[in-house]
């Protein structure tokens, strides 16, 4: 576990830019009040991003993603059996295209969101 720890550490301290972009965007509850939790373990793994709350993972993919295919499929399978949804995206296409990045993070956000108010009889 101790490993485990030191390597969240690390991994905190090396965003990439991509993972810098997002995050100045999410932390602190920024993102539509959605609290999100970076290079953070679940089970064996360590996720990008999540929100606890609505059991949403970010990653941010780098080349080295196209290469371990199967390792990603063996991860996301993990991830998703314990009921997580999983929402990727290319380093490159969050540089770019930041905004709509986030517009369809707070899209899966907002999927199961409750309504505000209760709607009327």
Same mark, same amino acid.
């Given at each position: 576990?101790?490993?485990?720890?030191? @390597? *969240?550490?690390?991994? @905190?301290?090396?965003?990439?830019?991509?993972?810098?972009?997002? $995050?100045?965007?999410?932390?602190?509850?920024?993102?539509?009040?959605?609290?999100?939790?970076?290079?953070?373990?679940?089970?064996? =793994?360590? *996720?990008?991003?999540?929100? %606890?709350?609505? @059991? %949403? %993972? %970010? /990653?941010?993919?780098?080349?080295?993603?196209?290469?371990?295919?199967?390792?990603?499929?063996?991860?996301?399978? =993990?991830?998703? /059996? @314990?009921? =997580?949804?999983?929402?990727?995206? $290319?380093?490159?296409?969050?540089?770019?295209?930041?905004?709509?990045?986030?517009?369809?993070?707070?899209?899966?956000?907002?999927?199961?969101?409750?309504?505000?108010?209760?709607?009327?009889?």
């Amino acid at each position: 576990m101790k490993k485990n720890t030191e @390597r *969240v550490k690390a991994l @905190r301290h090396n965003l990439t830019d991509a993972e810098k972009f997002l $995050w100045q965007r999410m932390r602190n509850r920024e993102l539509s009040g959605f609290k999100f939790r970076r290079q953070h373990p679940i089970g064996p =793994y360590i *996720v990008d991003f999540v929100c %606890i709350e609505k @059991r %949403i %993972i %970010i /990653e941010v993919d780098g080349g080295q993603h196209a290469e371990n295919t199967e390792l990603d499929t063996q991860r996301s399978k =993990y991830l998703q /059996e @314990r009921g =997580y949804r999983i929402l990727r995206f $290319w380093d490159n296409e969050v540089l770019k295209e930041g905004t709509t990045v986030l517009d369809v993070i707070l899209s899966s956000l907002a999927k199961d969101a409750p309504s505000p108010t209760p709607s009327p009889p």
